[in-house]
């Protein structure tokens, strides 16, 4: 009985021990944070939910909340900034364009490239062994940390604050790049095309796999009815399916 209560008594040491290193680090990280964004954080809770991947609760479950709610407040003032800018500054464009164009600027692989350039990497709370080798998964947190990062900062300083790290970190650095304007959305581009020319409705097979089972590639075949339109690769279906979509466009564009 005496020998149980030590045991729970050095647990209760050790896990005390343990949040007291992970406290300061997140101290450490919200003052890197601050210096980051010029301007003064108040409500620090925000910003730990904002930085606390779901991974990591395993290792501090008296936080209890991870960044998954601040990431759907985040994604809503993400795409309202970046509709705003657009709706100015294309007056004479319509819907589909204007969607089109938000959809480009605020894929997974921008939102990561912006976490990436502003360091997010070192602020994250997570688990590292539920992401080891897992390349595309820690872009997918990254991305999703930032939108959580966003709703911090807006339900912390403001619209105004949110939209100006929007625009510094997402419109500005692509505002002059042409591929910004790519439509690459494939499959949609090639399903409205066969429409036009009353051609089949386009479906995917998966024509192989290669590679070891960490670092796949799908090859896929676009079919319009029996026939072989465009084949693509991709690390998963979805990528493969697009690079297969592209292939099969440049081939109908050429007839």
Known sequence: MFGKFLHRISAFIQNKKLQLVLDKRFLANLRSLELLLGFKIYNQSYY??????RSYLELRPDLVKSNERLEFYGDSVLNMVVAEYLFYKFPKSDEGFLT???AS???RYRLYSAADEIGLKDLLLYNEKYLRGSKDGFHSIMADALEALIGAI???CGHEASSKFVHR???KPFADDDSFFEDTNYKGQLLELTHTLKLPIPTYKVA?????????????NAYLGDQIYG??????KKLAEQDA???ALAKLNNK
Do not use: C
């Not at 796999?209 to 090859?219: A, L, T």
């Open 48 to 53: 730990l939910k904002a930085l606390t991947h």
């Open 169 to 171: 970190y997402i419109i």
């Open 208 to 220: 192989r796999e290669e590679g070891p089972h960490h670092n796949k590639i799908f090859i896929v």
């Open 154 to 156: 807006d339900l912390d």
């Open 245 to 247: 979509s592209k292939d």
């Open 105 to 107: 600027m605020v894929n």
């Open 231 to 236: 084949t693509g690769q991709g690390k998963n």
């Open 100 to 102: 089109k164009v938000r």
